[in-house]
């Protein structure tokens, strides 16, 4: 066992709960003792990282309701009961009720560190995964590479979340430079595939020759990799630009997936980019192949269809790289941050990242404007837009988050100095944040 896994051993009798816990702190466990149900609950939480031990009889609250009580704040956590002789019934019904399993009195001490081993081992996994899911969830990793705190951003996260953990192949859609690459490696990571292999390959960048023999072999007598399905087994195979794949490939893909089990060992991620034109994957592609390959579906929104994230992305890219060049991050004007979310961004998620640079690099130098850049970067951008079209209330909504965003970083969470600079009484600022999503904690230190 990696660290020693908690064990709680419920019995009224001092004799048996010291013997079980002695037996099982022999076997590597963490064990604590309670006289009583009552004791217990008050600290088994739902999270309580380890396991259960408890007889049936007892005075007060009985073996029965206690697993009742387990259950209801955490149906997953093993909860092992200790039987006498004859109530086989009463057993039987504890494990419909959720027990992970039973011993009979007098038991043999090697069967009860067995299955204690049993459950600590499925009770790992529960927590492993639950803890990289908040990890994933709460704010840390996939939150901090996938910026956005619009509606369609946050389904995006919780989707990546769900099939992370699903098993089938998936097709991400969307136009280019919306982030579907990003999704990919987000995917890879929130999924039980997170520690092994994920390769990348780009379908449209090899000819068809080149592109079969770096899937399937044999590699280049110079390339001393394997063969990208052999190097992605058990892992994650994103074939980019999917809808480029030739007839001979698509018929040799057909034949690679057939020949996986379900579910399949290697998943593939096949990412299209053909959202934005006439053409559409499915056409590209030959049927069966693209339902095996689209059994689990993204689609990342353009940019425009989440204009809320607009300011948020430019402001964390404008700081980003404000520190990469060593300079302060220009600040946003009114004006430039309507024409920010204004611009229609057919490069969407890149054009602003591109944009975001231009406009540091520009602040470092002392010319330029914002404007300028998005005209330049804009055909028919006008100098000075009006907000046709968009509700007032996302521009209004939007500037402000920008602002108290922008506000609480460079006071470091300070919010005295913030309710100072922006003359907002505590209270309403209290709320905005909460409004907004943004917490106090992301700004310390
Ligand atoms: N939600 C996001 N938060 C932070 N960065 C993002 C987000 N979406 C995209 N990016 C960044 O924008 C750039 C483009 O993203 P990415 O390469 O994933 O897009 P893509 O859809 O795969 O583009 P293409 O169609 O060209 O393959 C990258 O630098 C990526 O890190
Ligand atoms: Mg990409």
């Not at 003792?33 to 008050?42: G, Q, V, W």
Request: charged share 25%; with cysteine; hydrophobic share 40%.
């Amino acid at each position: 066992m990696p660290t020693a896994m908690k064990i709680a051993i419920v019995d009224d009798e001092r004799d048996m709960r010291q013997s079980i816990s002695q037996w099982l702190a022999l076997s590597g466990f963490d064990t604590e003792t309670f006289a009583s149900a009552e004791d217990a609950l008050k600290q088994l939480g739902p999270d309580y990282p380890g396991i259960v031990v408890t007889d049936i009889r007892m005075p007060g609250m009985d073996g029965m309701l206690f697993l009742r009580r387990l259950m209801g704040s955490d149906s997953t956590l093993p909860v092992i009961m200790i039987t006498g002789h004859g109530d086989v019934p009463m057993a039987v019904e504890a494990m419909r009720l959720g027990a992970f399993d039973f011993l009979e009195k007098p038991f043999n001490p090697d069967r009860m560190t067995e299955l204690a081993k049993k459950a600590a081992q499925k009770r790992r996994l529960v927590l492993d995964a639950r803890s990289l899911r908040r990890d994933l969830s709460d704010g840390s990793t996939l939150m901090k590479k996938l910026i956005g705190t619009s509606s369609a951003m946050e389904r995006l996260r919780e989707d990546i979340l769900d099939l992370g953990q699903a098993d089938g192949h998936v097709l991400i859609e969307g136009e280019t430079g919306t982030g579907k690459t990003l999704v990919a490696h987000a995917l890879h990571a929130a999924g039980n595939r997170a520690g092994r292999n994920f390769v990348t390959l780009s379908c449209a960048a090899f000819e068809e020759d080149a592109l079969a023999r770096r899937l399937f072999g044999p590699v280049e007598p110079n390339d001393n990799r394997l063969p990208a399905v052999e190097e992605a087994r058990g892992g994650t195979l994103v074939l980019e630009d999917v809808e480029s794949l030739s007839d001979t490939v698509q018929a040799r893909m057909l034949t690679a997936l057939n020949e996986e089990g379900t579910p399949p060992e290697t998943r593939i991620v096949a990412i299209s980019n053909m959202q934005d034109e006439g053409r559409t994957c499915e056409d590209a592609l030959r049927s069966d192949l693209f339902y095996r390959l689209a059994s689990l579906r993204l689609i990342v929104p353009p940019l425009r269809a989440r204009g809320e994230d607009i300011l948020t992305l430019f402001t964390r890219f404008v700081e980003q790289f404000a520190e990469d060049y060593g300079c302060e991050a220009p600040q946003v004007s009114a004006q430039e941050a309507t024409q920010l979310l204004q611009a229609p961004w057919p490069g969407n998620v890149r054009q602003l990242f591109n944009i975001a640079e231009r406009a540091v690099l520009q602040a470092r130098r002392g010319t330029g404007t914002l404007t300028s850049l998005l005209m330049s970067d804009h055909e028919d951008m006008q100098p000075v837009m009006t907000t046709e079209g968009k509700p007032l209330k996302e521009y209004v909504e939007a500037f402000e988050r920008m602002l108290i965003d922008n506000t609480m970083r460079r006071h470091k969470g300070s919010v005295q100095a913030v309710m100072d600079e922006l003359c907002l009484p505590r209270r309403t600022l209290n709320e905005k944040m909460a409004k907004y999503a943004l917490s106090r904690a992301d700004y310390l230190g």
